[in-house]
């Protein structure tokens, strides 16, 4: 190979380095699963996770700090005696994941599958609020009425009997009967919601209306053409173009 045909095949390689090098640098966004992990794995900070897959995994004792997941499957995992700190879950799927002993602060909830999700002796006593928007699940039902403690009830009783001896009784007492009962709640207004403030005893208040939102438009009850594609938005596939790099990780 002559001297000027080796340059010309060295500068074209060092162009060639150099593109793939700009395209490392800018990333790719990739959908990832992680399962069935043997070992435990450390925690989480500082982190943003679109439509992350994570099945039996296992986070026992660890500390996550200021992590978002969205559009995530994290299903039958286990978080036991872990830290949550600063965490959102927007439209996760968390169905089977057990949050035993967890201790919550300033964690968000928001439109989550959680059925046989495990929250046996998490710690929410750190929040400085909590919020009842509505529902049906007996067990929410039930410790929500023993939170909203009791009222004082006056009684009033009469009785009289009559006979060849006629007799007339009258009884006043005071008695405690539940702010609101199971069944209450349960039928409660679906305009209203349950509020607690730290400080202050809880409150029945009024929902935002969401039509008066400044982002109403962009929802999908307002045009359709904004509703979630639900068969596109499960698709994980990814197509990868011919001299694209990307780095693979085995765990």
């Not at 000027?4 to 162009?15: P, Q, Y």
């Not at 006593?125 to 009425?145: H, I």
């Not at 359709?224 to 693979?248: A, C, P, T, W, Y």
């Amino acid at each position: 190979m002559g001297r000027g045909k080796k340059k010309r095949v060295a500068k074209r390689r060092r162009k060639m380095f150099n593109r793939n090098a700009i395209r490392v640098k800018m990333g790719k966004t990739i959908f990832f699963t992680l399962t069935h992990c043997s070992k435990k794995l450390g925690g989480v900070s500082n982190k943003y996770n679109y439509k992350a897959n994570m099945h039996k995994l296992c986070f026992v004792g660890v500390r996550f700090y200021n992590v978002k997941y969205q559009a995530s499957i994290i299903t039958n995992c286990n978080f036991r005696n872990a830290n949550l700190i600063g965490i959102d879950f927007f439209n996760c799927n968390l169905r089977g994941t057990s949050f035993k002993n967890t201790s919550f602060k300033n964690v968000v909830f928001y439109n989550c599958n959680l059925r046989d999700a495990d929250f046996k002796d998490a710690i929410f006593g750190n929040m400085d609020s909590q919020l009842f928007l509505g529902g049906t699940e007996p067990t929410t039902l039930k410790d929500l009425s023993q939170f909203l403690g009791k009222e004082t009830i006056d009684m009033y009783n009469t009785g009289e009997s009559r006979g060849n001896n006629p007799s007339y009784s009258m009884n006043y007492q005071k008695s405690g009967k539940d702010l609101m009962t199971v069944d209450e709640i349960a039928v409660m207004d679906g305009d209203k919601c349950i509020l607690q403030l730290r400080g202050v005893r809880p409150f029945l208040s009024d929902k935002y209306d969401v039509t008066q939102h400044p982002l109403y438009k962009e929802t999908g009850e307002y045009d359709e053409r904004n509703k979630l594609d639900i068969q596109r938005f499960l698709h994980q596939g990814i197509k990868v173009k011919s001299g694209e790099m990307f780095d693979v990780v085995r765990i």
